[in-house]
């Protein structure tokens, strides 16, 4: 193109030019080549520049892209000159790209209204750069370290490229140097990029994201699911700079998905101090514009608007339908003079008959709030959580309130990601929790305390009843702000002196409601000698350690137990305020008769969501109250642990470890007096009852003694928890779990629960379960059990000193209650509570078939029996074919009449149903008014927090739907269940066990025949030598100690002779545990 040929390569160049605009591209793209070409790049950009000037004029600048469909035209800055002080670019346009117009000349004024710091010395990406003008204005005007100009049609991309160079060379082709000697070759690249996904697949992280891309959906939908290639349709190809597709999110209603998708994918990429500026069409209105930034995390200003005429080649008719299908109304404008807004229909009917319609464009400067945590929130939703990206609100008008949620929400997201299930965690509260509490107390209040002082309880009520319980005083004094949730049976009493023996628990304890004021507790406490205190301090007291001293001397001298709350004066603050009881303790050990409780309720986002932990410096005691919030309660939440373990690690994140010197406490002197100490029948139910083995941290041991799932949590379980916490302002409607349990409960049961039959839900079925015991204590009844029953079950009745009656089962039914066994011990027992685990039975994993059940059922009703039916570990039937599920409708009708003391309660959980492995949920159904009026008289009872309950109905309602994600899980885990029991039962009988066989649930009970009567040498207990111990109920014990294995003795199964193991644990543990069962062969046979 030198010299003479330059005019015959200019016309040969048109004449190509004119066929078609598909033709001017392809002459286009071979410039471009030969642009990118060092030894052709300047005569091309001469050739270029010739080709301008030949049509100067406006006019033949129009008629040249009319003619020859390409067009060179100068873009004005004016005073937005770049470093050259130039006042224009030059740019290449053709019309299968998006021409520059007002939109993105408002958008480039946006631009200017940021500081220079903006962009100087940054990584920049502009979405959707059409011909590249903004991304080369920029580049320009501030010298970014790169600008990467983005955009999905792929014929835009050339022709950046192309303008890259005509504003990279001068006119005579020679390199334009900017004052650091480079050349905006060196700062821009164009990229064909389906928004951000360049960026992302090349790992490259933006310091700033700029974006002006179509925010109205294509009228034709099908057009837009067309393969986007540069042989496209000219049409195709610039409808993308108009409209867009639906993208997935809610935004889509507005025509924003696109932004909405924009705004994700430039989270993952951005640096967490980067910032993301948007063009945005005011047409959804303003606050929909901005929520769509700010319920994703990132604070929002608006440095520039103005209103643009609506351009005349976007139809508009897909909002006009959004307005017709919804409550919604975009908002337009008649012209640019008109201030009040009109709506889609309205602008739409307006210009069909010529008019002008206008709307607001705004320039939306966005930054996120908490950088970090949000990316780890979204990276967690790209990973198969997608469909619950709409519920996230991330928009808090308090910074408080997002300082507490968005960590929360990103340690959640990280849990779910990084595990397949949760892990065990001791009843007493997880490790983690407890130490996180005692390193705050250490960090902030100079208390010396470990995980091994602090015992994690549901809520602050609960810790005080199972304390109570435990204790079994004679009286109690209680301040009144904490006895409002105990037992009406306690408060009532007046019974203040010594109880004859022989008397059950509920008229054995009294309660004394007492004002919380320091010297009017301690005149009751010195008048009547209570064996046990639980009082606050009022507000003016709680500065200085007096009260509490004060208490704490009248208690130890009298032989007193107190239990000192606190909540009102304990704060989750980095500067929490002084604490009188806090200061006592920094310098003074808790004497062994005193115990703090505290309730934590003081977050900023949930009101109702409460955890209470209880410190005690007394051996004996922290064990006593590890084994009672087993029986009682099972154990707290685990999702709640993990919200306040993440308050109380941010709080202790950013301090130094070990800053100071560890603090040096004074014992007080002790007295002589005699304190309150346990029952002798408690202690015996503690010793005796085989609760979970205390672990260390970092421990090896293989648990199969827990009646829990430790299989991998399913997506739709992760998604339900996840959601829970996202969203924002749940409606009542979206946590009452009520219908869903009763669709579940008809359809699996059969069971009536028509609305007269009362619906209770609790955190677990164990609390519901202990509940129901007292009904039967209350009533003065006898709590019969078959023999082959869940240990714990048994062990929390006899804590609660019920009057209790084994049924005999037979090894060749096995171990299932039959019609004759049953008779035999109804009619020797007056008021008999009968308690049944079924369909399945824990532990044996038995199944009662419909007519077993019901002949059962009906030999209770002749007694005038009241039954609880324990369904809490059934939904997992993996060896029952032939056996037909339960339908009760139609035998409790009929038996509810027969007599007037017969009724059936059903107790159940969706551990099992749903396989939600570490989420607590339990419900119960009563069906007779006086036992729903005596459960409510046991108050206290801990309720699912609306998270929970929104987890639990999102589930009922999959299932409902028979949805293919959550049944095909729930099958392919009972598969996995039936393979593991068939592994187990071969294992141990090949080492000689004798199993029973299961047909479902996650526990199997084998018989150690082999090993009966044989010797073992083991560690003797000093450690010095060895000792030989003789194997018989002592078995579970020396596997333990042996090989870590831990299993549930006959003492727990109450069969004689049968242990319990459990197989619902990870592959690798239930691999160790097969290893440990043939490892213990060998030494026993050694």
Same mark, same amino acid.
């Given at each position: 193109?030198?010299?003479?040929?330059?005019?015959?390569?200019?016309?040969?160049?048109?004449?190509?030019?004119?066929?078609?605009?598909?033709?001017?591209?392809?002459?286009?793209?071979?410039?471009?080549?030969?642009?990118?070409?060092?030894?052709?790049?300047?005569?091309?950009?001469?050739?270029?520049?010739?080709?301008?000037?030949?049509?100067?004029?406006?006019?033949?600048?129009?008629?040249?892209? *009319?003619?020859?469909?390409?067009?060179?035209?100068?873009?004005?800055?004016?005073?937005?000159?770049?470093?050259?002080?130039?006042?224009?670019?030059?740019?290449?346009?053709?019309?299968?790209?998006?021409?520059?117009?007002?939109?993105?000349?408002?958008?480039?004024?946006?631009?200017?209204?940021?500081?220079?710091?903006?962009?100087?010395?940054?990584?920049?990406?502009?979405?959707?750069?059409?011909?590249?003008?903004?991304?080369?204005?920029?580049?320009?005007?501030?010298?970014?370290?790169?600008?990467?100009?983005?955009?999905?049609?792929?014929?835009?991309?050339?022709?950046?490229?192309?303008?890259?160079?005509?504003?990279?060379?001068?006119?005579?082709? *020679?390199?334009?140097?900017?004052?650091?000697?480079?050349?905006?070759?060196?700062?821009?690249?164009?990229?064909?990029?389906?928004?951000?996904?360049?960026?992302?697949?090349?790992?490259?992280?933006?310091?700033?994201?700029?974006?002006?891309?179509?925010?109205?959906?294509?009228?034709?939908?099908?057009?837009?699911?067309?393969?986007?290639?540069?042989?496209?349709?000219?049409?195709?190809?610039?409808?993308?700079?108009?409209?867009?597709?639906?993208?997935?999110?809610?935004?889509?209603?507005?025509?924003?998905?696109?932004?909405?998708?924009?705004?994700?994918?430039?989270?993952?990429?951005?640096?967490?101090?980067?910032?993301?500026?948007?063009?945005?069409?005011?047409?959804?209105?303003?606050?929909?514009?901005?929520?769509?930034?700010?319920?994703?995390?990132?604070?929002?200003?608006?440095?520039?608007?103005?209103?643009?005429?609506?351009?005349?080649?976007?139809?508009?008719?897909?909002?006009?339908?959004?307005?017709?299908?919804?409550?919604?109304?975009?908002?337009?404008?008649?012209?640019?003079?008109?201030?009040?807004?009109?709506?889609?229909?309205?602008?739409?009917?307006?210009?069909?008959?010529?008019?002008?319609?206008?709307?607001?464009? /705004?320039?939306?400067?966005?930054?996120?709030?908490?950088?970090?945590?949000?990316?780890?929130?979204?990276?967690?939703?790209?990973?198969?959580?997608?469909?619950?990206?709409?519920?996230?609100?991330?928009?808090?008008?308090?910074?408080?309130?997002?300082?507490?949620?968005?960590?929360?929400?990103?340690?959640?997201?990280?849990?779910?990601?990084?595990?397949?299930?949760?892990?065990?965690?001791?009843?007493?509260?997880?490790?983690?929790?407890?130490?996180?509490?005692?390193?705050?107390?250490?960090?902030?209040?100079?208390?010396?305390?470990?995980?091994?002082?602090?015992?994690?309880?549901?809520?602050?009520?609960?810790?005080?009843?199972?304390?109570?319980?435990?204790?079994?005083?004679?009286?109690?004094?209680?301040?009144?702000?904490?006895?409002?949730?105990?037992?009406?049976?306690?408060?009532?009493?007046?019974?203040?002196?010594?109880?004859?023996?022989?008397?059950?628990?509920?008229?054995?304890?009294?309660?004394?409601?007492?004002?919380?004021?320091?010297?009017?507790?301690?005149?009751?406490?010195?008048?009547?000698?209570?064996?046990?205190?639980?009082?606050?301090?009022?507000?003016?007291?709680?500065?200085?350690?007096?009260?509490?001293?004060?208490?704490?001397?009248?208690?130890?001298?009298?032989?007193?137990?107190?239990?000192?709350?606190?909540?009102?004066?304990?704060?989750?603050?980095?500067?929490?305020?002084?604490?009188?009881?806090?200061?006592?303790?920094?310098?003074?050990?808790?004497?062994?008769?005193?115990?703090?409780?505290?309730?934590?309720?003081?977050?900023?986002?949930?009101?109702?969501?409460?955890?209470?932990?209880?410190?005690?410096?007394?051996?004996?005691?922290?064990?006593?109250?590890?084994?009672?919030?087993?029986?009682?309660?099972?154990?707290?939440?685990?999702?709640?642990?993990?919200?306040?373990?993440?308050?109380?690690?941010?709080?202790?994140?950013?301090?130094?470890?070990?800053?100071?010197?560890?603090?040096?406490?004074?014992?007080?002197?002790?007295?002589?007096?005699?304190?309150?100490?346990?029952?002798?029948?408690?202690?015996?139910?503690?010793?005796?009852?085989?609760?979970?083995?205390?672990?260390?941290?970092?421990?090896?041991?293989?648990?199969?003694?827990?009646?829990?799932?430790?299989?991998?949590?399913?997506?739709?379980?992760?998604?339900?928890?996840?959601?829970?916490?996202?969203?924002?302002?749940?409606?009542?409607?979206?946590?009452?779990?009520?219908?869903?349990?009763?669709?579940?409960?008809?359809?699996?049961?059969?069971?009536?629960?028509?609305?007269?039959?009362?619906?209770?839900?609790?955190?677990?079925?164990?609390?519901?379960?202990?509940?129901?015991?007292?009904?039967?204590?209350?009533?003065?009844?006898?709590?019969?059990?078959?023999?082959?029953?869940?240990?714990?079950?048994?062990?929390?009745?006899?804590?609660?000193?019920?009057?209790?009656?084994?049924?005999?089962?037979?090894?060749?039914?096995?171990?299932?209650?039959?019609?004759?066994?049953?008779?035999?011990?109804?009619?020797?027992?007056?008021?008999?509570?009968?308690?049944?685990?079924?369909?399945?039975?824990?532990?044996?994993?038995?199944?009662?078939?419909?007519?077993?059940?019901?002949?059962?059922?009906?030999?209770?009703?002749?007694?005038?029996?009241?039954?609880?039916?324990?369904?809490?570990?059934?939904?997992?039937?993996?060896?029952?074919?032939?056996?037909?599920?339960?339908?009760?409708?139609?035998?409790?009708?009929?038996?509810? /009449?027969?007599?007037?003391?017969?009724?059936?309660?059903?107790?159940?959980?969706?551990?099992?149903?749903?396989?939600?492995?570490?989420?607590?949920?339990?419900?119960?159904?009563?069906?007779? *008014?006086?036992?729903?009026?005596?459960?409510?008289?046991?108050?206290?009872?801990?309720?699912?927090?609306?998270?929970?309950?929104?987890?639990?109905?999102?589930?009922?309602?999959?299932?409902?739907?028979?949805?293919?994600?959550?049944?095909?899980?729930?099958?392919?885990?009972?598969?996995?269940?039936?393979?593991?029991?068939?592994?187990?039962?071969?294992?141990?009988?090949?080492?000689?066990?004798?199993?029973?066989?299961?047909?479902?649930?996650?526990?199997?009970?084998?018989?150690?025949?082999?090993?009966?009567?044989?010797?073992?040498?083991?560690?003797?207990?000093?450690?010095?030598?060895?000792?030989?111990?003789?194997?018989?109920?002592?078995?579970?014990?020396?596997?333990?100690?042996?090989?870590?294995?831990?299993?549930?003795?006959?003492?727990?199964?109450?069969?004689?002779?049968?242990?319990?193991?459990?197989?619902?644990?990870?592959?690798?543990?239930?691999?160790?545990?097969?290893?440990?069962?043939?490892?213990?062969?060998?030494?026993?046979?050694?």
């Amino acid at each position: 193109m030198a010299g003479a040929s330059v005019c015959e390569s200019m016309e040969e160049f048109l004449k190509q030019c004119e066929r078609s605009g598909d033709s001017a591209y392809c002459a286009l793209r071979s410039l471009l080549e030969r642009l990118e070409d060092p030894s052709t790049r300047t005569n091309v950009r001469i050739f270029l520049s010739d080709l301008q000037k030949r049509f100067a004029s406006e006019g033949a600048s129009q008629s040249c892209l *009319q003619t020859y469909h390409i067009q060179i035209q100068d873009v004005y800055l004016d005073q937005y000159e770049g470093f050259q002080k130039r006042k224009k670019l030059k740019m290449m346009v053709i019309p299968s790209i998006f021409v520059p117009e007002d939109w993105s000349f408002t958008f480039y004024e946006g631009l200017n209204r940021h500081p220079d710091s903006t962009f100087t010395e940054k990584t920049v990406a502009e979405l959707g750069c059409g011909n590249g003008w903004i991304s080369i204005a920029v580049a320009e005007k501030w010298l970014p370290l790169k600008v990467y100009g983005l955009d999905i049609n792929p014929r835009a991309v050339k022709i950046s490229g192309i303008n890259l160079y005509l504003n990279a060379f001068d006119d005579d082709g *020679q390199p334009i140097y900017d004052a650091e000697k480079k050349t905006l070759l060196d700062r821009v690249e164009f990229h064909e990029s389906d928004l951000l996904s360049y960026c992302r697949e090349n790992h490259i992280e933006l310091e700033r994201i700029i974006g002006c891309i179509p925010q109205i959906l294509n009228p034709n939908p099908d057009a837009m699911s067309k393969m986007i290639t540069e042989n496209a349709s000219e049409e195709f190809l610039h409808s993308l700079s108009n409209y867009c597709a639906l993208q997935g999110f809610v935004e889509d209603q507005f025509g924003l998905g696109l932004i909405a998708r924009a705004v994700e994918e430039g989270i993952s990429v951005i640096k967490p101090l980067g910032i993301m500026i948007f063009n945005m069409g005011g047409r959804p209105g303003q606050a929909v514009c901005k929520r769509l930034f700010e319920r994703r995390g990132l604070r929002v200003n608006k440095p520039w608007q103005t209103k643009v005429i609506q351009a005349a080649d976007t139809d508009i008719s897909a909002l006009v339908e959004i307005e017709k299908n919804s409550p919604h109304r975009f908002e337009f404008f008649m012209g640019l003079g008109g201030d009040q807004p009109i709506c889609a229909r309205t602008a739409w009917a307006y210009a069909q008959t010529g008019g002008h319609i206008s709307h607001a464009l /705004s320039v939306y400067n966005c930054q996120l709030r908490q950088p970090n945590q949000v990316k780890k929130i979204f990276e967690f939703l790209r990973n198969g959580f997608k469909d619950i990206s709409s519920s996230l609100d991330l928009s808090f008008e308090d910074d408080s309130v997002a300082d507490e949620k968005i960590p929360f929400l990103a340690h959640l997201a990280n849990v779910l990601k990084d595990i397949s299930f949760f892990p065990y965690e001791s009843p007493a509260g997880s490790r983690r929790f407890r130490s996180l509490i005692a390193g705050f107390m250490r960090t902030y209040h100079h208390v010396p305390l470990t995980a091994d002082n602090v015992v994690i309880f549901p809520s602050r009520i609960v810790a005080i009843e199972s304390a109570l319980r435990m204790l079994s005083p004679r009286l109690a004094i209680v301040d009144e702000q904490l006895s409002r949730h105990l037992p009406r049976q306690w408060l009532t009493s007046l019974n203040i002196e010594r109880t004859k023996p022989g008397r059950n628990v509920e008229e054995q304890i009294t309660v004394i409601e007492a004002p919380r004021q320091s010297d009017l507790m301690v005149e009751l406490i010195k008048k009547l000698k209570p064996e046990v205190v639980i009082t606050g301090i009022a507000h003016f007291e709680s500065v200085t350690t007096s009260a509490f001293e004060l208490l704490l001397d009248i208690t130890k001298e009298i032989g007193c137990r107190l239990f000192l709350g606190m909540s009102e004066h304990f704060e989750l603050s980095s500067l929490p305020t002084s604490n009188g009881v806090l200061k006592y303790l920094a310098g003074t050990p808790l004497p062994s008769h005193a115990a703090i409780v505290c309730g934590l309720l003081k977050n900023k986002v949930y009101s109702d969501l409460e955890v209470a932990f209880v410190i005690t410096e007394e051996e004996t005691m922290f064990k006593a109250l590890c084994k009672t919030v087993e029986l009682l309660q099972g154990s707290t939440a685990i999702v709640s642990q993990y919200y306040y373990g993440c308050l109380f690690h941010e709080l202790l994140s950013f301090q130094l470890a070990d800053r100071r010197p560890p603090a040096q406490r004074n014992a007080k002197p002790t007295r002589t007096s005699k304190v309150n100490d346990f029952s002798s029948s408690t202690i015996s139910v503690l010793d005796q009852a085989e609760l979970a083995t205390d672990e260390r941290e970092k421990s090896t041991l293989v648990h199969m003694d827990i009646d829990q799932s430790f299989l991998p949590i399913i997506t739709p379980v992760k998604a339900a928890i996840f959601e829970s916490f996202a969203r924002q302002n749940i409606t009542e409607p979206e946590i009452d779990v009520a219908h869903g349990l009763r669709q579940l409960i008809s359809s699996n049961y059969g069971f009536p629960s028509a609305s007269s039959t009362e619906l209770i839900y609790a955190d677990c079925p164990v609390a519901l379960f202990c509940k129901w015991v007292l009904c039967c204590i209350h009533e003065g009844g006898t709590l019969c059990f078959p023999a082959g029953t869940n240990g714990n079950y048994v062990s929390a009745a006899k804590f609660l000193n019920a009057e209790i009656v084994n049924i005999p089962t037979l090894s060749e039914v096995g171990f299932k209650l039959t019609e004759e066994t049953l008779t035999d011990v109804l009619k020797t027992l007056n008021k008999p509570w009968i308690y049944i685990s079924g369909p399945i039975v824990n532990p044996t994993g038995m199944v009662y078939s419909n007519k077993e059940i019901n002949i059962l059922l009906s030999i209770c009703a002749k007694f005038g029996a009241r039954v609880i039916l324990d369904t809490s570990f059934s939904g997992v039937e993996f060896n029952s074919k032939g056996v037909d599920g339960w339908n009760l409708r139609a035998t409790l009708e009929k038996l509810s /009449s027969t007599n007037p003391t017969f009724c059936v309660s059903l107790l159940g959980g969706l551990f099992f149903k749903m396989l939600t492995s570490g989420l607590k949920f339990g419900f119960l159904l009563i069906n007779q *008014q006086s036992v729903v009026d005596t459960f409510h008289s046991f108050a206290g009872l801990s309720k699912p927090h609306s998270t929970i309950k929104y987890t639990v109905k999102k589930l009922l309602d999959l299932q409902e739907q028979k949805t293919g994600d959550l049944l095909n899980a729930i099958v392919e885990q009972t598969e996995l269940l039936g393979n593991r029991y068939k592994q187990l039962k071969q294992t141990l009988e090949s080492c000689g066990w004798d199993v029973l066989e299961a047909h479902g649930g996650v526990s199997i009970v084998p018989k150690p025949s082999a090993y009966l009567g044989k010797t073992i040498k083991s560690n003797n207990s000093s450690g010095t030598g060895t000792q030989e111990i003789t194997l018989d109920s002592n078995i579970g014990e020396v596997m333990l100690k042996s090989r870590g294995l831990c299993i549930n003795s006959a003492s727990w199964t109450g069969i004689p002779g049968y242990c319990r193991f459990t197989f619902g644990s990870t592959d690798s543990d239930f691999q160790r545990a097969l290893d440990c069962i043939t490892k213990f062969k060998s030494l026993v046979s050694n």
